[in-house]
C-alpha cells in the first residue's frame, strides 16, 4: 500500500515569508508524528497528533510553528516568519497508535534564505 | 538526563567485522523498542523491533537489558551497505516514542 508521503520536496524561501507543508499519512493510522532534522543532527520531535485527542505541541520551538490534523488524515505544519534556523528537513510519521512502529515520510527540505 | 541517549560514533570498521551499538533509556516502564536506519539524506526507515527475548533478523541482533535499561543491536559481518546511522526509538513518559540521536557506522573496504 502507499507510504506516508510529504509536499512540496523541497521549499526555498525567502526569510520573513510563511510555508506549509503537507503530510498525508498511511491510511488507518491514528498516530502522527512532526520532526524537524538539522544537517548532520538528530530527529527534533516538534507535535503529536493521536485520534481526536489534544495534539501534543511541546516540541514547538517557538509560536511560529503551528500544525493540524483533520481527523486522522491530512496534517499541515506552518512555520510563519520563516527564520535562516528554521532551514532543515521537516519530517512526518505515522503509526497505527501512540507507541507502534513509526513509518516516515520523505521529507520536506526547507531552504530560508 | 535525556530519555534515550546514543553514542554518536562515528564507528569506523573493516568490512567483515562485528559491531555493537547501545542505546540507553530512562524509564523504566517502557515498553516498545526499535532500530531504525537512516541514510544520508533520506529518512529513517525501520530495522527491526527489539522484542523481550531478543531477536535475529540474518546478521542483525538486536536484545533488550531490562535491568540496566538499553537495548542494544549487533552487526555481524560488516557490508559497505551497512554504513548508515542507527536510530533507537524507546516509548517515553508519555508514551510517545522518542529517538535517540543516532550512531553512525561507517564499513570501510
Known amino acids: 500500500g502507499a507510504g506516508v508521503s510529504q509536499s512540496p520536496s523541497n521549499k526555498v524561501t525567502e526569510k520573513g515569508k510563511d510555508v506549509e507543508l503537507r503530510c498525508d499519512p498511511i491510511s488507518g493510522h491514528t498516530a502522527l508524528y512532526w520532526y524537524r532534522q538539522r544537517l548532520g543532527q538528530g530527529l527534533e520531535f516538534l507535535i503529536y497528533f493521536q485520534g481526536n485527542s489534544a495534539p501534543d505541541k511541546s516540541g514547538l520551538p517557538s509560536d511560529r510553528f503551528s500544525a493540524e490534523r483533520t481527523g486522522e488524515s491530512v496534517s499541515t505544519l506552518t512555520i510563519q516568519r520563516t527564520q535562516q534556523e528554521d532551514s532543515a528537513v521537516y519530517l512526518c510519521?505515522?503509526?497505527?497508535?501512540?507507541?507502534?512502529?513509526?513509518?516516515f515520510g520523505p521529507g520536506t527540505r526547507l531552504t530560508v534564505l | 538526563r535525556k530519555e534515550v541517549e546514543q553514542d554518536p560514533g562515528p564507528f569506523n570498521v573493516p568490512e567483515g567485522a562485528t559491531v555493537a551499538f547501545n542505546c540507553t533509556y530512562s524509564n523504566s516502564a517502557s515498553q516498545s523498542f526499535f532500530w531504525y536506519r537512516q541514510d544520508c539524506r533520506k529518512e529513517p526507515k525501520l530495522l527491526m523491533s527489539v522484542y523481550s527475548s531478543g531477536n535475529e533478523d540474518g546478521r542483525f541482533t538486536a536484545q533488550l537489558n531490562r535491568a540496566s535499561q538499553y537495548i542494544s543491536l549487533l552487526i555481524r559481518d560488516s557490508k559497505l551497505s551497512d554504513s548508515a546511522t542507527y536510530l533507537c526509538a524507546v516509548n517515553g513518559n508519555t508514551d510517545k516514542l522518542i529517538f535517540g540521536t543516532g550512531t553512525r557506522l561507517q564499513v570501510f573496504p
Open positions: 510519521a505515522s503509526s497505527l497508535a501512540r507507541a507502534d512502529t513509526q513509518y
